[in-house]
C-alpha cells in the first residue's frame, strides 16, 4: 500500500517505520522543517530504542521517505494518517487545530478517494469534524471526490513502542464501512497473523476507547499513591500491600506501583480532556477530577519529602537520577522530575542531575543555570550533594553500592520516589532511607 503519515513526532514516526519495515511505501510529512531535513539526513530527532535502525534500514531500502511537502503527501497516497499533536487548549481540553489543519490540506490538494485514518488522540465527534473539514474545502474548490474518515487509536507506550505497534494486544478501527474495514485489514495484515486483533466498533466508540484507557491506567496510578500514603501514615510498606493485592488475578501486577505521580505526554493531558469533555456534556466525572488532584499532589511528594528530612533547603546541593518522565524515553513532558526541580530552585537548592537519555532534553528545556549541574554520569551526580532522589526508574539505577553512596552524600538521605531499593540495605550502609508508602 501507498501510506502517508502526517506528524513525525513519537507515534508518526514510530507507525510509519514500522508500515515501512513490513512493505508499505510510505512517506512521512511534517510542517516542521528542522524536524524533516534532520530525518533526511538520518538523524533521528527522539529516543526511541531501535527506532534509528528501523528507519534507517527502510530509508535506504526506498519504502519511507520524508517531506514537508502536503500536496505530495496527500497526492501520493490513498491512506493517510493523521498522527499529529493534539495538545491541551487552555481550558484543558484536546486542541485540535493540528489535525483539523491535516484535514484542510487533504481537502486542499486530493485528487481521487482517500482514506483518512485518524492516529491521534481525540475527542468523541473529531471523525465528523474532520469529515466536514475536507466536505467544506472540497466545495470551496468546487469539485467532488469520495473520502473516508475512520478512527485508529494509538496505544503504544514510549520506551517500548515498536514493540507495541508491532505486537499490541489489539489494533482498534472505528467505521461502519466495509470498504474501510478491508483496507485496514489489508493495511495491518502483517501484524495480525499470529491471531485476529483488529477489533471493529463505531467511530465515536473507538475515540473514547483511547481515553477510557488512559483514564484507566492513570487511575491505577492514583489509586496505589493514595494507598501509599495511607500505608506512610499507618506503618505499613506499600510494597508487601502491592503484592498482596496483586496476585489476585481480578487486580493483577500491572500498573500498581506507587511512585511520584504520572507525567508525560498522554496521561496528564487525556485524563484532563476526558474531564472537560465530560463537563461540557453537564456530567461531573468526580472519580476523573480525584485521579487528577491525587496525581498533581503526589509530584510535589518527593519535595515535601525532602523538606521533612532536611529542613531549610536554602543552598542544599540535590543529587537526581532521572528526569525522563519514565525509563527508555528522553521525553521530559510533565515529569515528576520537574515538578521537584522547579519546587527545589524556587527553595534556593542546586540541583545535580543525570539521565541516561534525557539531557539534551533538560537542557533545551531549562538552558544554561547555576543552580543546575547536568552530569555526565550517576556517580558525578551524587558528587557532594545533600541528598539523592530518585525520579525515574532507569535499569543501570536499579543496583547501587549503598557504602559507596554513604560516603558521598553530606546528608546521607535517598529519597526514593520508585521504591527501587530495600530500605534494610540501605539502612545497614548508614543511609537514610525514604521511599514511597514506606517505613523509613
Ligand atoms: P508529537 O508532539 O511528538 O509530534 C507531533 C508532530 O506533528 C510534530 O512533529 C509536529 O510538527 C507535527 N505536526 C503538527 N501539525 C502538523 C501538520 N499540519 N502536518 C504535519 N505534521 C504536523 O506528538 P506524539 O507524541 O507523536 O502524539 C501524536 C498524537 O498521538 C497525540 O494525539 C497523542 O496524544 C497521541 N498518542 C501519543 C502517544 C505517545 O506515547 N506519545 C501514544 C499514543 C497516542
Redesign the pocket.
Known sequence: MQISV????????VAGACLADVGHQVIC????AN?IAQLSRGEIP?FEPGLSQLVTHNVAAGRLRFTTD?AHAVTESDTLFI?????PDEGGS?DLQ?VL??AE?IGQHMQGYKLVVD????PVGTAERVSDTISRVLQQRKVEHPFDVCSN??????GA?IDDFTRGARIIVGTESERVKERMKACYAPYNRNHDKLMFMSVRAAELT?YAANAMLATKISFMNEMANLAERLEVDIEDVRRGIGSDPRIGYHFIYPGCGYG???FP??VHALEQAALQLGYTPELLKAVEAVNQRQKQTLYTKLQESLGNLEGKVIAIWGLAFKPGTD?MREAPSRALMEALWAAGAKVQAFDPEAMGECRRLYGERDDLMLAGDRIQAVKGADALVICTEWKEFRTVDFTWLASQLNNKLVVDGRNLYAPSALSEAGVCYVGVGRKS
Open positions: 502526517f506528524g513525525t513526532g513519537y507515534v508518526g514516526l510529512m511534517d510542517i516542521d524536524r527522539i502536503a498522527a499529529v499533536g493534539t495538545p484536546a493540528y489543519s491535516v490540506s492516529k491521534s488522540t481525540v487509536p494509538e496505544f503504544m507506550k514510549e513502542a483511547k508525560g505526554s498522554c493531558k487525556d521525553d
